[in-house]
């Protein structure tokens, strides 16, 4: 007598801790910029490839709601810098939307913990996270200009720049540091590109400082592959 095969068990629903997730939502915000993408067909979309419980699929479709209705920033300067701020823009949208819909679930379970509707939770929360995304808007149109004067200063010194930043009281640590160092446009300094550093960054990329040692994060090998 032959024993039957054992059933294979089907995984159970996945949350958002999947890592594969990262990379098909970064995907979807990139297609959002197109015609015809809507949060409805994304959600159908990130479904079909993975198990996601109803709260994830709640979550997710609450907060791409408003994410996939403002697109990161566009200066219209095509470079090396702007082309890895837009990576690394839309890698800081996906973290949102992956943190922030964690929090919408939260949030959530809280609410049927003590016996509140959910629908009340999913709403204040992420009016929560809406206020939280503008700051995160304001930090991409920063990195973008930021970025774009690079690329600008890239096509008049070379990809080579210098730093210089505005010394006054006001002045960061970080920006004191960084003035009369060097950095190349092809690779991002540790700190950002000039401009980008903190919310009131006065910093500009100039012609590179002769003999100026280079900012960490920035090296010729990726000038020469680039």
């Given at each position: 007598m032959t024993t039957p095969a054992p059933q294979q068990?089907?995984?159970?629903?996945s949350g958002l801790d999947d890592p594969a997730l990262d990379v098909a939502v970064a995907a979807a915000l990139v297609a959002a910029?197109?015609?015809?993408?809507?949060?409805a067909g994304t959600i159908a979309a990130l479904r079909t490839r993975f198990l996601?419980?109803?709260a994830a699929v709640t979550a997710l479709h609450a907060v791409l709601g408003f994410v996939m209705q403002h697109p990161p920033p566009v200066t219209g300067v095509i470079?090396?810098?702007?082309?890895?701020v837009a990576r690394l823009n839309t890698a800081r949208r996906t973290q949102f939307v992956l943190a922030?819909?964690?929090r919408v679930m939260g949030a959530v379970r809280d609410a049927r913990s003590v016996n509140k509707p959910a629908a009340g939770a999913v709403a204040g929360q992420v009016a929560r996270e809406q206020k939280f995304y503008h700051l995160h808007q304001q930090a991409m149109w920063q990195r973008a200009a930021a970025a774009g004067k690079t690329d600008m200063a890239a096509l008049e010194h070379g990809t080579l720049l210098g730093w210089l930043a505005v010394m006054d009281s006001r002045?960061?640590?970080?920006?004191?540091?960084?003035?009369?160092k060097n950095f190349y446009a092809t690779r991002m300094p540790a700190i950002g590109f000039p401009g980008a550093v903190h919310p009131s960054?006065?910093?500009?990329?100039?012609a590179p400082w002769p003999g100026g040692r280079l900012l960490p994060g920035?090296?010729?090998?990726?000038?020469?592959a680039a």
């Open positions: 068990q089907q995984p159970p629903p910029g197109g015609a015809g993408v809507t949060v996601l419980t109803t470079g090396p810098a702007s082309e890895q922030a819909s964690k002045t960061s640590s970080a920006c004191r540091a960084a003035s009369g960054c006065r910093c500009q990329p100039v920035s090296g010729p090998r990726y000038a020469r």
